[in-house]
């Protein structure tokens, strides 16, 4: 059983930045391909980037790509997301999810652990 807790969300302005932390547990991390997702109030879960379990393949949805950057550290057990030049339409709660194997997906019924989310807020 793998547990995913994030952490770095907050109330920030358009233009700003944040740093998001997903810390696993009670599982071997490296055996998992991981994801972040997003969901914003009254909207379905959408993916936002996902990266392989050994760091070597990341993708990204088209709404972030330039912006985020998906990247792990195996040794310590954490998967991030670097956010640059955040939008008002970036405000979500983000979550990680992590799937066992080496590949990530963008459909979330296919990940096996998720974490309670962080809340990001992004004011004009």
């Known amino acids: 059983q793998v547990q995913l807790v994030e952490s770095g969300g907050g109330l920030v302005q358009a233009g700003s930045s944040l740093r998001l932390s997903c810390a696993a547990s009670?599982?071997?991390?490296?055996?998992?391909?991981m994801g972040w997702f997003r969901q914003a109030a009254g909207k379905e879960r959408e993916f936002v980037a996902g990266i392989s379990w050994s760091n070597s393949n990341t993708a990204y949805s088209d709404s972030v790509k330039g912006r985020f950057t998906i990247s792990r550290d195996n040794a310590k057990n954490t998967v991030f997301l670097q956010m640059n030049s955040l939008k008002p339409e970036d405000t979500a709660v983000y979550y990680c999810a992590a799937t066992y194997g080496s590949r990530w997906y963008s459909n979330p019924t296919l990940y096996d652990y998720w974490g309670q989310g962080t809340q990001v807020t992004v004011s004009s």
């Open positions: 009670g599982g071997t991390f490296s055996n998992y391909a």
